[in-house]
Structure formats: C-alpha cells, structure tokens
C-alpha cells in the first residue's frame, strides 16, 4: 500500500512537470533529478502546489514561475551560500530565484541540498541527532 501511494505522489510530480513548456520542463526535471539523486532516500510529493521533497522532514522545495524557478530551503541555508548567491533574488525566509534566461547553477544547487541534509541531521549546537 505504502508503494502504491508513493507511485501516485511520483505521479503528481510528473504531472506538474509535464503541464510546462520544453525548456521550462527540462530545468524542472533538472532540479527533479539532481534532488532524487543527492538526496538518496528522500520521498516526494506535490505540497502547497508544487514538488516538495522530504528527508527525516521537510528537506526542500522548488516551483517554477514565468521568469524563474524558485528554489525553498531554509534561512540558514541562504545564509551559508550568501556570497554564492549574491546574484540571485533572495529573501531572508527561504528562497531563491534562479531567472529562465541564466543556466541553472547545478553544482550551487547540489551543495545547498547536501548543507540542507547535514543540517537536519544536527542539531542547533551541531552535535549529531541520535
């Protein structure tokens, strides 16, 4: 049961993905492929519209707009890749803008996932969670 309900979280994902223009949809499976794979284990689901990935949690987020695609982690995260980012549209809550005109940053992108998996496996004084 618990398969078959995965099979139909997949599913929305894909339909999300498939209800955009080629090079919109390429950058989402993308991102898709790059989180699957840099977050082995983790589980997806389409939540609060878009494709949202768990790991012991919430793990991360992303949407894709008419100018970009926004990718959801977490304050300290943006925090961490501050100096990274600065070419980007930020806020301080938990997204980044990476615009459709401008390759996507993979390499950027993998790193936050990997930051977003190391920190919830700690915790706030960075000792490792039991």
């Given amino acids: 049961m618990a398969d078959q309900k995965n099979q139909e979280r997949c599913q929305e994902v894909d339909d999300y993905i498939a209800g955009f223009e080629a090079p919109v949809r390429e950058r989402l499976e993308a991102v898709r492929s790059l989180v699957l794979e840099t ?9 609060w519209g878009a494709p949202t990935y768990y790991l012991n949690g919430y793990l991360l987020q992303f949407a894709a707009y008419k100018k970009h695609l926004g990718f ?31 390759e996507l940053p993979l390499d950027l992108m993998k790193e936050m996932i990997l930051f977003r998996i190391r920190e919830k496996e700690t915790d706030a004084d960075g000792s490792v969670k039991m």
């Fill in 39 to 47: 977050a082995a284990g983790c589980s997806e689901r389409l939540a």
């Fill in 72 to 102: 959801y982690t977490t304050p300290a995260t943006l925090e961490h890749w501050k100096e990274a980012l600065s070419g980007y549209k930020t806020n301080e809550k938990n997204t980044v803008q990476f615009p459709h005109n401008k």
